[in-house]
């Protein structure tokens, strides 16, 4: 783990700390059956000919994944919040360099349909069920940067790299608490 500190307003300092942890196995993986893809096409307002692909990546809080075409795509998203109930939703889409620039591979999107729903700015589950559907399949290369956030005014990188058989996700991420449990 590597950290700094910075200056903020004020005279307040924040710790900045790139964390990264192994992805966990995935309880579900595969394609998506079609009832399961109609309803979550609801809750995202999307046609079927907007989804390349759509795969489960659940390694615990049940994320079904759809692969979109572009970076655009992915943040055109308009979820139908009521549609949502019950469904935790991704959505990815590659970044065209010409247009969208070098600073990210995929753009990564998160939906929950819980309560009154929302969206998440950066997600560490979804990213590492993403990276291991994508660098398995060959779609993605064994080391890329997704970017996730940007619909909610946040700049999120999520560090994705594949070594010695294990799928690593990190991050930079400001500590807002901290706490010791002891057993």
């Not at 590597?2 to 394609?31: I, K, M």
Request: no cysteine; aromatic share 8%; glycine share 14%.
């Amino acid at each position: 783990m590597e950290s700094q500190s910075r200056p903020q307003n004020q005279g307040v300092f924040r710790t900045l700390h790139l964390l990264f942890f192994a992805a966990p196995p995935r309880r579900l993986t595969g394609p998506v059956g079609q009832n399961d893809l109609a309803r979550a096409l609801t809750g995202l307002r999307l046609a079927s000919e907007d989804v390349l692909d759509a795969q489960w990546v659940d390694n615990g809080p049940g994320w079904m994944v759809l692969r979109l075409r572009s970076r655009r795509d992915v943040l055109a998203v308009q979820p139908d919040w009521q549609a949502l109930k019950g469904q935790s939703l991704g959505v990815v889409g590659a970044w065209d360099s010409v247009r969208d620039g070098t600073g990210a591979q995929f753009e990564v999107r998160a939906f929950v349909g819980g309560g009154q729903g929302g969206e998440d700015p950066v997600t560490g589950s979804l990213n590492a069920g993403i990276a291991q559907w994508l660098i398995e399949s060959g779609i993605a290369p064994a080391k890329y940067v997704a970017s996730q956030g940007a619909v909610l005014g946040r700049a999120g990188r999520i560090f994705v790299e594949k070594d010695s058989g294990d799928i690593w996700i990190g991050g930079n991420v400001v500590a807002r608490i901290a706490g010791t449990i002891t057993l």
